[in-house]
């Protein structure tokens, strides 16, 4: 047995982040009131999280790729049959978080254009669409999180059953990034080029997302002839 760099640091660090981040929003978006502005905060913090973890999932280190772990329906089907060898997210766990990643895009997707409904709150970029659209966005923004709630309820029960069943701790890894195998290799890439560059779309990402590049200033009163 011999240890290897299964998740390097920033995706650790991104994936506690999002925890946080998410645990955080349903927190105070539950509470409501003033803490609504902290629910808004970290909508766009989340937004900034996902941007990174979408451009790391190119950028990043081996097993932090997508054209690592994001496989067809043949390798599905071998891993359902026992016969997928691997390190970093298995087949399922794949599916499962593109599925996360997709959902917390609708649902802070949803934030950005949620009208001001009875807890006060509207998203950054609510006055740029019709109310219609925003009525519909509002109304997603509430259910969408029912859906990522059920979703991550199986991503934990999964970790609970591969550490206590399969006898394989997939959450010590994400801690500490390194796991005991028989056999394969440490995760290679994503250097500081590619940390900066992923670190700049984020930026640009949770900045586009907090509305402050929106010009809000108000339109001139209007004057009457004669």
């Given at each position: 047995m011999k240890k290897v760099l299964v998740w390097d640091l920033p995706t650790r660090i991104v994936h506690w982040l999002l925890v946080a981040a998410v645990a955080g929003a349903?927190?105070?978006?539950?509470?409501?009131?003033?803490?609504?502005?902290?629910?808004?905060?970290?909508?766009?913090?989340?937004?900034?999280?996902?941007?990174?973890?979408?451009a790391w999932g190119f950028a990043g280190s081996t097993y932090a790729r997508f054209a690592t772990f994001v496989r067809g329906p043949a390798t599905i089907?071998?891993?359902?049959?026992?016969?997928?060898q691997g390190l970093g997210h298995n087949p399922l766990g794949?599916?499962?978080?593109?599925?996360?990643?997709?959902?917390?895009?609708l649902q802070f997707g949803s934030g950005l254009l949620a009208q001001n409904d009875d807890t006060g709150f509207a998203g950054p970029f609510y006055a740029l669409v019709s109310e219609q659209v925003g009525e519909i966005a509002t109304r997603l923004h509430h259910k969408v999180f029912d859906l990522l709630a059920v979703l991550i309820g199986l991503h934990v029960a999964a970790i609970a059953f591969y550490t206590h069943v399969?006898?394989?701790?997939?959450?010590?890894?994400?801690?500490?990034g390194k796991k005991?195998?028989?056999e394969g290799e440490s995760a290679k890439g994503g250097g500081p080029r590619a940390l900066f560059v992923a670190l700049f779309v984020a930026v640009v990402a949770a900045y586009?997302?907090?509305?402050?590049?929106?010009?809000?200033?108000?339109p001139?009163?209007?004057?009457?002839?004669?």
């Open positions: 349903y927190f105070t978006g539950d509470k409501g009131g003033s803490w609504l502005t902290w629910h808004e905060r970290l909508g766009i913090l989340i937004v900034g999280l996902v941007a990174f973890r979408l089907k071998a891993y359902l049959a026992g016969r997928w794949a599916l499962s978080v593109l599925a996360l990643l997709a959902l917390l895009a399969r006898k394989d701790n997939l959450l010590k890894p994400m801690v500490l005991e195998v028989g586009g997302a907090s509305g402050a590049w929106v010009d809000k200033t108000p001139p009163p209007a004057t009457t002839a004669g």
